[in-house]
């Protein structure tokens, strides 16, 4: 069956950095686009990235120049680089795999504070 679980969030000060991981398993991943979503508090679960089989991205304007989201085919897992972090991007981060069945993963929580 199909299983996404990302790993790496956690607490951070503002200005730093994070690496999220997830890892997929279930389906053939280098076919499919990959996604990060991620829901704040009281918020709608908002896209933050995006990117193709081929390694095509696109982001959500607010974190534009600021993460990077890539994917390691031969190891069935994507990333999201989150750099200059701030307090709005708290959150909890959703690795997503996008097609006609949507799959999710169990998110893991970033919480940007000093």
């Known amino acids: 069956q199909v299983q996404l679980v990302e790993s790496g969030g956690g607490l951070v000060q503002p200005g730093g950095s994070l690496r999220l991981s997830c890892a997929a398993s279930g389906f053939i991943f280098s076919n499919y686009f990959m996604r990060w979503y991620r829901q704040a508090p009281g918020k709608e679960r908002e896209l933050v990235a995006l990117i193709s089989p081929g390694g095509n991205t696109n982001y959500g304007d607010s974190v534009k120049g600021r993460f990077t989201i890539s994917r390691d085919n031969a190891k069935n897992t994507v990333y999201l680089q989150m750099n200059t972090l701030r307090p709005e991007d708290t959150a909890v981060y959703y690795c997503?795999?996008?097609?006609?069945?949507?799959?999710w993963g169990q998110g893991t929580q970033v919480t940007v504070s000093s």
């Open positions: 997503n795999r996008a097609g006609p069945i949507e799959y």
